[in-house]
């Protein structure tokens, strides 16, 4: 599999998983009726430890804790809204405040972050994952960019203790690194562009959109951020030293408690002599049709808004 | 493990009264939830039900309780201090700093499995646990303790309908059913009632005892645990009434919240302690 190639992350960690479920009897996989072409996998190999429990994403975290309870490793699978909103005090009560007595071993995978499912509309779009997630206490948060960030997680989930929740892309992306070994999910984030003055922090999806706009403006520095809990803000602070501008780059809504927020802290707490901006949605829900593109261009978020917020910022 | 019943009903009193006697200690206690579940507890602790051990509270063989009404709960304290999950003496310190008998209560009490409090996950939680023991081949047996109110969550009913598609027979829920809501009857509130036709539809064994009876309740409990590979999950639907045995509560459609004086406690154990 060559690392250029074009892949879904939810295929990346199931197919992972899958390999490791031979191995490892512990593991379940529990659906809410949403499905994947690894998954059939997984569904025809292991059918004892994989269950759909059908639309019902409240019980699909309840029933996960009571197997993680029990000593299991549960993963969790739908729709990234779905799972984080529909169940979140679910994940509140039996992972987040239940782990912070008994070990819960539960990994929430979560479908369609940002506006992935483009014309699905607001109920679709993710938008507020992040941020939620982030506020409670036990719990690990990752955004993948690519498919081998996501492969890796496999066996990094199941070798940290407590729940934590991944936000999977809801399209096929190229990767970016090369082998998992190469991704620095401890740290929390890997530095892909060396630049002067300007650094892009960006997560997700807009890990793309940072890397083809520093193409276009070389010096532009760009940081994928893939653990947004916990991060080693310490090594983020010393990444982020050596420039006098940063701007966060996430397809969530802005300067409610996402990734800018955590740029912010380290920001703040490292007293870095830099400026601070977010891209990212604000503060409105998306009902516009159209591309992935457009999505973002009426909301300053495309290649031309951030190469333009960055040349007015220079020209200042 | 008591065999006779006389002692059974004499070791319920004895809970009953050590309840109220918490409830002075911390008034902002939920008392009136509390007393209509002393016969339920104490048929599981003390008749043989529950497989348990007070000396290792995770010991891998034990039967799960799942307190899902955890607020109705208080009477489980004086329960598991007397079975060995702690000492007698922490009852004194109910509610106070450094104890771990708060109003609510959590895992961090030796002998509860679950965060407790936000109600209508007991049962889908249940379902996992009984799940994890069929595919651990563990015969141990999954008890949730369900309030009648909770039933107006939804979370509740994904949970029952899951048990029963993957026959749960290794799980019993006991409904504590005081009829009785936070303001006023459940029925005119949202009537959860009939359970035996709500449950039989979704496919579950169904039974029906006097709540306060503690033949019955014992009877009940210990032929559900050992009714075997039915292929179904059970339910006891325990016919309780909410602040059973203290005038001021029984006759007060508000009693969730409210708290009781010393004197109406002195004048509802007077002559039984």
Same mark, same amino acid.
């Given at each position: ?316 | ?39 339920? &507890?104490? *048929? ?5 039900? !529950? ?6 509270? $995770?010991?891998?063989?034990? @039967? #799960? ?96 309908? &899951?048990? *029963? ?5 290794? !799980? ?6 005081? $009829?009785?809501?936070?303001? @006023? #009857? ?88």
């Amino acid at each position: 599999m060559s690392a250029a190639q074009i892949m879904t992350m939810r295929d990346a960690f199931i197919d992972t998983l899958c390999d490791r479920m031979a191995a490892d009897d512990s593991i379940f996989f529990l659906a809410a009726d949403l499905g994947a072409p690894a998954l059939d996998r997984i569904r025809s190999e292991f059918p004892e430890r994989f269950i759909n429990v059908g639309i019902a994403e409240q019980n699909l975290i309840n029933v996960a804790s009571g197997l993680a309870l029990e000593g299991f490793n549960v993963y969790t699978y739908a729709i990234a809204p779905f799972i984080t909103m529909r169940a979140y005090e679910q994940a509140r009560v039996n992972l987040a405040v239940s782990s912070q007595i008994r070990p819960v071993k539960v990994t929430m995978l979560g479908l369609g972050g940002g506006v992935s499912y483009v014309v699905s509309g607001p109920t679709h779009h993710c938008l507020e994952d992040l941020a939620i997630m982030r506020l409670l206490p036990n719990m690990s948060v990752y955004c993948p960019a690519d498919w081998v960030t996501a492969g890796a997680l496999v066996d990094h989930t199941r070798s940290t203790n407590g729940p934590a929740y991944i936000r999977f892309d809801g399209k096929a992306l190229p990767a970016l690194y090369a082998e998992p070994a190469t991704v620095n999910l401890p740290r929390g984030f890997s530095q892909l562009v060396q630049g002067t003055a300007t650094c892009l922090v960006s997560t997700g999806f807009m890990t793309h959109r940072a890397l083809a706009v520093a193409q276009q403006r070389p010096g532009v520095a760009v940081i994928d951020l893939y653990s947004l809990k916990p991060c080693d803000e310490q090594a983020l602070a010393t990444a982020l030293r050596p420039y006098n501008r940063v701007i966060s780059m996430e397809e969530g809504f802005i300067n409610n408690g996402g990734l800018d927020s955590l740029v912010a802290k380290v920001i703040r707490e490292h007293e870095l002599p830099c400026r601070q901006e977010s891209v990212g949605f604000n503060d409105r829900y998306v009902f516009d049709l159209g591309s992935r593109d457009h999505l973002h261009g009426i909301n300053g978020m495309d290649e031309a808004a951030v190469i333009a917020l960055i040349d007015r910022q220079r020209s200042i | 493990m008591i065999r006779e019943l006389s002692e059974l009903t004499a070791k319920a009193r004895w809970v009953w009264s050590e309840t109220l006697r918490m409830h002075r200690l911390a008034p902002e206690t939920r008392v009136a939830s509390s007393l209509s579940a002393v016969e339920i &507890f104490t *048929a599981l602790y003390y008749g043989g039900v !529950l497989g348990h051990n007070g000396a290792d509270p $995770r010991w891998e063989g034990r @039967d #799960r309780l799942i307190v899902s009404k955890g607020h109705g709960s208080i009477c489980l304290f004086p329960i598991l201090a007397d079975r060995g999950y702690f000492a007698m003496a922490e009852l004194d310190r109910i509610c106070q700093p450094g104890s771990f008998l708060g109003g609510i209560p959590d895992t961090i009490i030796p002998g509860y499995e679950t965060i407790n409090g936000s109600l209508g996950h007991g049962i889908g939680v249940g379902c996992g646990m009984a799940l994890g023991l069929k595919r651990k081949g563990a015969a141990r047996h999954v008890f949730v303790v369900a309030g009648d109110g909770e039933f107006c969550e939804g979370s509740m009913w994904e949970g029952i309908m &899951f048990a *029963a598609q993957h026959r749960l027979d290794n !799980l019993t829920l006991i409904i504590d059913n005081n $009829r009785l809501c936070m303001l @006023d #009857r459940c029925e005119k509130i949202m009537t959860v009632e009939p359970f035996e036709q709500r449950f039989q539809a979704f496919g579950w064994q169904t039974e029906r005892v006097d709540g306060h009876d503690m033949a019955a309740v014992h009877g009940a409990l210990s032929r559900l645990k050992l009714r075997g590979a039915t292929g179904c999950p059970a339910v006891l639907i325990a016919d309780t009434v909410k602040g059973r045995g203290v005038p001021e509560l029984e006759s007060d459609t508000l009693c969730h919240i409210r708290t009781l004086t010393p004197d109406e406690i002195d004048r509802a154990t007077g002559g039984v302690r």
